[in-house]
C-alpha cells in the first residue's frame, strides 16, 4: 500500500489546537444550537438577539467558552 501525496500533505499540515475555535448559538434556554457556524457572523446572522440568544465562540481542546 503507498501513500499519496495528497494523503502526506494532509497528515504535514498541522495547526495550533489552541487556535481552533468553533461558534455556537446559546439559546434562551441554556441549550446550544444544534448545528455549528462556519464564521462568527454567520452564527450573528442566524441567531436571534432579541429571543435572548448570544453567540458563543468555544474551544474544543478545553472545552470552554472563549
Known sequence: ???????????????DPREEIEYNVLRANGRLAGRRFASRAEAEAWARPEEGEQVVEMNAVCDCTM
Do not use: F, P, R
Open 1 to 15: 500500500m503507498s501513500v499519496t501525496t495528497t494523503t502526506l500533505a494532509a497528515i504535514t499540515v498541522w495547526t
